[in-house]
Every structure is written in C-alpha cells, then in structure tokens.
C-alpha cells in the first residue's frame, strides 16, 4: 500500500497517510488522484500564491512497473493563469522514483521562511537551505543537487518560477517541462526551488498475469507503425504534414501554413541530432538530443519536440532552426512553458504589426531572433515588455487596451497550443472546453487527424464514417468526449501520451486488460471510460466553484469570424497524404459544438454538471 506525504513549509512539518485503497479504485492515481486531493484540501476561491494552495505531485498507478512507457506523473494546483483547476505532466524518472520511495502523492502547503529544497529518502525526510540555489537555471540546480544525492531525480524551478511569472513551468531531469498552467509559479510562491527523491523499494507488483501482459503490451508499442515513425523521425515529424494540410499556424493564427516548414520538420532536426533519448519502460524512444556545436546559439539539449517548433518556428515567423533550439533550451534553463511563451511574443508580435504597440528595446519584427532570445530572457526576469507579457496574452492585453484582445490566442489565460482550430474541428472544441485551459495535452482527440479508421470503426462505429473529415463538424463532440475520458485514464495510469491518446498503439481495451491484472478483478472497457469521465466531471466542477461557466469555453474570435482556406486530404499522415483537389473556407461553430458537448456529457446548457456527488469519494 502506498502513501501520501504532506509538508507544510511553514511549521516545517509533515506527516504520512496510507492511500485509502477507495481512492484509488475511483481516482487511480496520477492526474485524477491529484485532483482529488486537490479538490478536498482547498477551498473556494484561495488566492493561487496563497499558503493554503497544495501543491501536488502524483505518479501514474502503473509508474515502476513493467507497463510499457509508464513514466507520467502530474503536477496539480489552483492556477495562477486561469484562477482555476491547474495541471502539468512529465515524463522521465521522477515519478517512478516516487514510486520507490512509496509515495502515491506529496502534498506541499505553506510557504517557507526562505528558499528551501526538500529532500527525501524514503521515509526520511528533509527540508534544506537552498539560498546557494536561488537564482540558479534549472539545469545548474540539477547538476548540483546530483552530486550531492547521486541516483536522485530532481524537479526544480528557474528563476521565472522564483519571481512567479504566470508562464513558469517545472523542470524535471533537466529537460522534462511540466508547462502550461503556471505551476512553477505557485512553487516559487512557496520558496520551494527544487524537490529531490531517492527511493529504494520495489515498484514492480508481484503478479505474473500482469507481467504477462505487460510483455505483450511492450511488443505491440514497440512494433505499432507510430512508433516506428516516432522513433525514427521524433515529434519533429508532424510538422511536414501539419504544414500540408494547413494546420501549422503561423504568425499567431493569421496563416495556416509556413513557407520555411522544411527548414524544422524532422529531417532538418537530423542535422542537429546526436542521438534518441529512452524514457524508462518505453521502447518507442521517440526524443532526441540535439547539439549546435558553434555559433552565437551554440547549445546543447534535449528535443525539440514538436510543440516547442510550433511556438518557437511558425507561430512567431522565425524560419532559423538554430535560433528555435536555442530558444527551447533558454526556456527550460529559466523554466518557462515553451508554448506559452510562443504565444506571447507572437501575441506582441501582432500587436506591433497592428500598430498598437511598441517598444525601445526590440523591433518585434515577425522571425526577429534579436526580439525572441530578448523577450524570452526579459519574461524570466519581469523587465520591460516581459513584465507585461509573463502572465499570459489575456492579462498583457488588457494592459495595452486598443482592441489588443483581439490578437490574444488563449482560452482561460492559457496561450493555445499548435493546433488550428478551424481547420481540426474535434481540437477546437476541445481547446475551448478544456479545464486547464487551451492544450493539446488535456484531450487529444487524434483519431480524425491521424485518419485512424481501425480505432475509429472498433470503438466509436456508430461515428463513422463523418468523424474521419477532420474539418466537418459531424460528431466532434462525441469524439472529444471519448477522447478526453481515454485521455484523463491513460494520465491517471501514468502512460505516456505517445503510446496511448496519441497513437492509439494502447487501445481502451488494453487499458481495461492492465487494470484488470492489475488489480484481479475484471474491468471493462466501459469501466475504464467512466473512470475517465468521473475525472473530467470533477475537474469541471473544481471550476464550478471557482464561478466558471460557459462563458469560459471560448476560442478567441479569430477562429470563429476569421474564415480560413484549407485544403482537404486523405489518407494517414504517417504514410502519406493524397490531394482530394477540393478546398473549403472553415470558421468553427463553437456554439453549436458546446451545445452538443453539454447535452453528451449530461451538463446543462451553461456547462455546469448536473450531480453535484462526483467529489464526494472520501
């Protein structure tokens, strides 16, 4: 049985509980146990940088085991962005180190006197001066925490998160960014810098069924035709084909398609790669580590992925793939969202172009890397513009005034990541009704983009064939609400986004086998959606009673009045792509997508759940 860990920075106490096996049964761990510790433990409208906003880290139930890719682990608060439900993954060893240490979850509270790191060694625990550390990227404080605890695994701050910029994310291992939603904000409010675990007890459950299929799981990953690709190529892949079929926006959504594409998709990538990365238990391997060897951008580091290139490449015009690696590395030394911060300078970048702002410092000029390295630099450190810009587009346009909002990308304060949403119809609602705000990582409703017509036709029938065209509004809604209860199972079970949402090479049906084994008990694929479900209803309703409602699924009006030209595709996008020769001009009916996605999810017509005894699980 494992445990859960509470630290209060402020009297420097803490204490353990055993993890009600209940808890487990109805939130799993990971994202969904998170949640509702989340949910339990703070009170309605608590101040995101308030001493009383937990701070929770989670690993997936099957972290440590030999379930294929299960590495996530969760990250959850009150956020900063949106002032409400706040969440961030990662892969890597973190979490499975957790899991040696016997911990289902920690819970941090309070705020220390002074910066502090906190130390754990199973059952020891220890909360550190680290005044020497403040101040340090993230990189710096991983180096020296590792020599002092070696075969640790570090989470930590840069100083973005230490000045409690809305944009600061966690840095764990050096290179896995918990982004989006401001968590390394809230950590830094806690003058917390960094959390290191060393565990020693086994993770692995003694269960040959399970062990079995785990086996089986690894083969079908390893061999399933994603991830060959991935493996070959990376995340960098999807840039060609996102680019053929007008779903690269570029230059903060005004364009779907980017004329220097070719200069960041994979096989530029190549140039700059040295080798692929693993994460522990994954057989796919799909990152890689790229090194610029000389030059003014001279760097080396893990990625980029694909949304990092979005950000940092097409969304703000910068064709200089050199410039885009360094750019990545600069923000995870600082500890900042990648994404977010692509969607502030391009933000700002507009704004220039519209002619409602301007600044002495840099010429905002689309692609200008002088403006990127600078403005990134200045987020972290909250000088001039970045002051402006490092709490989101939503708040910096309502600084500047003059329409600015207009050119705000964001839903919920969070800046959109690298999805168009007139063009993919299923990821526009779903970046609008997301409950952390606008990220791909909260639904990931890939099964029209990927044209996955196996899955489609196994688990959604009654869908087809209508849900395969990416850009009609058929039945989005019901593939978004599968989509987004797989995708909250598949976190909470800590399984990494690459071998399930996203590729579908773990189906619904293997999840159902894994919990089955896993807990000796028969578990449906119906069963293992409703968990899901339960999931995305209590995080909705954490929003509830923060005072969100339907005004708060939105997408900004660019995507709704703007009409786009699109180009219409068939065929597999990890194979190839054929020209249909038609084109359509798409906005997205988001009004009538939201009253459809109410009516499946069984919420009223203004987005609110009709049972009110989803949290109740004690």
Request: aromatic content about 8%; glycine content about 10%.
């Amino acid at each position: 049985m494992g445990k859960i860990l509470k630290i209060d920075l402020t009297t420097l106490e803490y204490e353990y509980t055993f993890t009600p096996p209940k808890l487990i049964k109805e939130f799993i761990g990971g994202r969904g146990l998170a949640l509702k510790l989340l949910f339990d433990l703070i009170e309605p409208e608590t101040d995101a940088f308030s001493p009383k906003n937990p701070l929770i880290f989670s690993p997936g139930l099957f972290c440590g085991t030999k379930w294929p890719a299960s590495t996530q682990f969760h990250v959850s608060s009150k956020s900063p962005l949106s002032n409400g439900y706040g969440s961030a993954f990662a892969w890597g060893g973190f979490g499975i180190e957790m899991k040696k240490a016997g911990l289902d979850a920690l819970i941090i509270i309070g705020v220390a006197q002074k910066p502090v790191y906190i130390y754990i060694e199973d059952d020891q625990i220890s909360i550190k001066d680290a005044g020497n550390l403040w101040g340090k990227t993230t990189g710096e404080v991983d180096d020296k925490l590792l020599a002092l605890y070696p075969g640790a695994k570090v989470c930590t701050i840069g100083p973005a998160g230490e000045k409690k910029v809305g944009l600061a994310s966690i840095v764990s291992e050096k290179y896995q960014n918990l982004i989006r939603t401001g968590m390394g904000a809230v950590m830094g409010s806690k003058k917390l810098k960094a959390v290191v675990i060393k565990g020693s007890s086994k993770t692995d459950v003694d269960n040959a069924e399970f062990t079995r299929l785990a086996r089986i799981k690894k083969n079908k990953v390893e061999t399933h035709k994603a991830s060959v690709r991935l493996r070959e190529v990376g995340k960098a892949m999807l840039v060609k084909s996102k680019n053929q079929v007008g779903d690269l926006a570029t230059k903060n959504h005004q364009q779907n398609t980017f004329e220097y594409a070719h200069n960041m998709d994979g096989d530029a990538l190549k140039k700059y790669v040295t080798h692929n990365v693993f994460c522990p238990t994954c057989p796919i391997g799909c990152l890689r580590f790229s090194v610029i060897k000389d030059g003014p951008y001279k760097c080396a580091t893990e990625g980029p992925e694909y949304e990092p290139i979005w950000a940092l490449g097409p969304r703000i015009g910068n064709p200089d793939l050199e410039v885009l690696i360094y750019a990545n590395r600069l923000c995870l030394d600082l500890g900042l969202d990648q994404i977010g911060v692509g969607g502030v300078i391009a933000f700002a970048m507009e704004c220039k172009q519209r002619g409602i702002l301007e600044d002495d410092e840099y010429s905002l000029e689309w692609g200008d890397a002088e403006s990127i390295v600078g403005l990134i630099k200045d987020i972290a450190d909250q000088k001039g513009l970045g002051r402006i810009l490092g709490n989101g587009s939503k708040k910096a346009a309502m600084s500047i005034g003059n329409n600015a909002l207009d050119y705000a990308m964001e839903v919920k304060g969070v800046e959109i990541s690298g999805q168009e949403p007139r063009q993919s119809k299923a990821f526009g609602l779903q970046l609008a009704v997301s409950n952390w705000g606008a990220d791909w990582g909260y639904g990931l409703p890939t099964i029209d983009v990927a044209h996955n017509e196996a899955v489609a036709k196994k688990y959604l029938p009654e869908l087809m064939p209508e849900v395969l065209d990416v850009s009609d509004e058929t039945n989005k809604a019901a593939l978004v609400v599968f989509s987004e209860n797989y995708n909250a199972l598949t976190d909470s079970l800590g399984l990494c986004k690459f071998s399930a949402p996203e590729t579908y090479a773990i189906e619904p049906d293997d999840a159902a086998e894994g919990l089955s084994a896993f807990w000796g008990e028969k578990v449906s694929r119906q069963q293992v959606l409703e968990l899901g479900n339960k999931i995305i209803n209590l995080e909705r309703l954490f929003n509830v009673r923060e005072g969100f409602d339907r005004q708060d699924d939105y997408l900004p009006s660019r995507f709704t009045k703007e009409e786009l030209e699109i180009e219409i595709f068939t065929g597999d996008r990890l194979v190839g792509l054929v020209p249909t020769g038609e084109k359509r001009k798409v906005v997205i009916d988001l009004e009538r997508l939201l009253d459809e996605y109410y009516q499946l999810r069984g919420w009223s017509k203004n987005g609110i759940p009709q049972s009110m005894e989803i949290g109740q699980v004690k």
